[in-house]
C-alpha cells in the first residue's frame, strides 16, 4: 500500500474508532466532575478505563498527527520549511504519546 492510501485509510479507520471513544470519554467526564478524590480513584483503578482511557488518547493523538500532516503537505510549499514542520509534528505526536503513557501507568501504580 503507498503512503498516501495508508495515511488516507488509516485517517479514515481512526475517525471511525474514536467515536465510540469520544462517547465514552464525554460521557464520563461529566460524571468524573462530581466525584470526590476518593471515586477518581477508584475511577481510575479500573483495568477497563484506564485501557479506554489510554486508547482514547493515543488515537486522538495519531488522528491529529495524520491531520496536520495533510494541511502541511498540502499548504507549506517550500519543501525544506515543509520537512522541519512534519519532522516537528511528528516528534510532538511521539512525546505526547509517550507523555500519556506515562501519565496513565501513574495513574493506574
Known amino acids: 500500500m503507498t503512503s498516501g492510501k495508508f495515511h488516507w485509510l488509516a485517517q479514515r479507520i481512526t475517525a471511525v474508532l474514536l ?3 469520544t ?3 464525554l460521557y ?11 471515586q477518581i480513584s477508584n475511577f481510575f ?9 489510554l486508547s482514547s488518547l493515543l488515537l486522538m493523538i495519531y488522528h ?6 495533510t494541511i502541511i503537505e498540502d499548504y507549506i510549499s517550500e519543501k525544506d520549511l515543509r520537512k522541519k514542520i512534519l519532522f516537528a509534528n511528528e ?6 504519546m509517550f507523555t500519556s503513557i506515562v501519565s496513565i501507568i501513574l ?3
Do not use: Q, V
Not at 464520563?28 to 476518593?38: G, H, R, T
Not at 491529529?64 to 500532516?69: D, S
Not at 516528534?91 to 505526547?96: A, D, E, N, T, V
Open 23 to 25: 462517547i465514552w470519554f
Open 19 to 21: 467515536l465510540p471513544l
Open 28 to 38: 464520563y467526564f461529566k460524571k468524573i466532575i462530581d466525584y470526590d478524590l476518593n
Open 107 to 109: 495513574l493506574y501504580f
Open 45 to 53: 483503578n479500573s483495568y477497563a478505563n484506564l485501557l479506554i482511557l
Open 91 to 96: 516528534y510532538l505526536s511521539y512525546i505526547l
Open 64 to 69: 491529529g498527527k495524520l491531520g496536520m500532516n
